[in-house]
């Protein structure tokens, strides 16, 4: 394909999602506004270019086009031998594979085999350039944010302006999650489930909103498990304060300390489902890894002791890492100015609002969208030793942390 070919196609293939991108949003009422979407989506393509340049020209590793490359390899699969395409090749028939940390167990491949499909499929339309691969597949990251501030902005319209600002502009969710990668489905699914979850609690077409977050929660588990098994309690918990008597705090309160339980009440399973030791053993084969940006991560112990031992490490690292002595390079830098505007919004939120902060816990939605960001950037940091996956897995948790703080700020 030609320069002018693939600069003509981009051009196309923008100009459609913006237009249905518009269409969805005026259907909505016009949450964002034509104008304001048209120029977020244009802004996250620009993103998924700069993402893949990046890797191509500045990193020495990148599983973006790692994975890309091997779809191009599906992709002549699925032109010359379909049926061989669609067979998909995978052995899921051991349920002990469920949640194996084993780099040969079928389960445990599935994220990228799927994702590699996923990309053959795209490339039919982008006749394989990566660049307009990565074009059509942002969409499904903006889609998933824009289910979540549809739910916002839904309940809360006087969030719109921010909710907006923080889904859509934030530098680490709009790098990391605009890439060719699959943080970009995690997004996608989250938000789908999310959407799919707030039409089932207004019994809107409940049947459907049933099978679409079920079966989100379902493809989420098999991209990333332990993102899927966090939404769960938070869903529950949503539910149980909106579909009972029961108030808001004390609905999270029961749903996590059962969640936490069931955590760790699961060690006198098999080892196979296990989960305090299937995270353990994540936790180690990422301390198995090595890394420039690699962060001091005491071993976790299959227990509460274990886990509660290594907790302060995994909100500094979270929330304070890197330091502004650890900093080499200008993604080191991106993250450390990140933390501190993070940082100190919240501070003067605190201080500025802080007789409106207790409306939080009172508001189903916004404590969702805490606890599973909570939740979520703890078991990130218990995990992961490296500043540089922190950032990328922690971009979207981060997004929906500070929009739960800005909801009861800005409903006054």
Not at 113 to 120: H, V
Request: net charge positive; charged share 10%.
């Amino acid at each position: 394909m030609t320069v002018f070919l693939q600069i003509s196609f981009g051009l196309l293939y923008l100009t459609i999602l913006i237009f249905l991108l518009i269409r969805v949003d005026a259907k909505n009422n016009h949450p964002a506004g034509s104008f304001k979407i048209g120029v977020a989506f244009l802004v996250k393509v620009i993103a998924a270019f700069s993402y893949g340049y990046v890797y191509a020209h500045f990193l020495p590793v990148s599983d973006s086009w790692t994975l890309f490359n091997t779809s191009l390899r599906e992709y002549d699969t699925l032109l010359h031998n379909p049926s061989a395409f669609f067979s998909m090749d995978l052995s899921l028939s051991d349920p002990t594979e469920l949640f194996s940390n084993d780099s040969d167990a079928g389960w445990n491949n599935t994220d990228d085999n799927l994702f590699i499909k996923i990309l053959a499929l795209l490339n039919l339309l982008s006749g394989g350039n990566y660049y307009l691969t990565a074009l059509l597949f942002s969409f499904f990251s903006f889609w998933g944010l824009y289910q979540v501030f549809t739910v916002c902005t839904r309940h809360y319209p006087g969030t719109a302006t921010p909710a907006f600002l923080l889904l859509f502009f934030i530098p680490s969710g709009l790098f990391w999650n605009s890439g060719l990668h699959k943080d970009g489905l995690i997004v996608f699914f989250t938000g789908m489930a999310i959407a799919a979850a707030d039409k089932l609690l207004r019994r809107e077409k409940a049947a459907m909103s049933a099978a679409i977050m079920l079966g989100s929660l379902c493809l989420l588990f098999l991209f990333r498990s332990v993102n899927a098994l966090l939404l769960v309690p938070a869903i529950a918990a949503w539910i149980l304060a909106i579909r009972t008597r029961v108030h808001t705090p004390a609905a999270f309160t029961i749903t996590y300390l059962a969640a936490i339980g069931c955590f760790f009440l699961t060690h006198y399973l098999p080892d196979a489902y296990n989960l305090p030791l299937k995270l353990t053993e994540k936790q180690h084969d990422f301390l198995t890894l090595a890394g420039n940006s690699r962060l001091p991560l005491t071993p976790l112990t299959p227990d509460l002791t274990g886990y509660l031992r290594v907790l302060p490490q995994a909100l500094n690292h979270v929330f304070l890492r890197p330091y502004f002595t650890e900093i080499a390079g200008s993604l080191q830098w991106m993250a450390f100015i990140e933390n501190s505007s993070i940082l100190l919004l919240a501070g003067w939120a605190f201080v500025r609002h802080r007789h409106n902060l207790g409306r939080t816990i009172y508001s189903a939605f916004p404590m969702f969208l805490l606890c599973l960001s909570l939740s979520m950037l703890v078991t990130i940091g218990l995990t992961v030793p490296f500043t540089g996956a922190i950032v990328r897995y922690k971009a979207l948790y981060i997004q929906l942390l500070l929009v739960s703080c800005i909801i009861p700020i800005r409903n006054k």
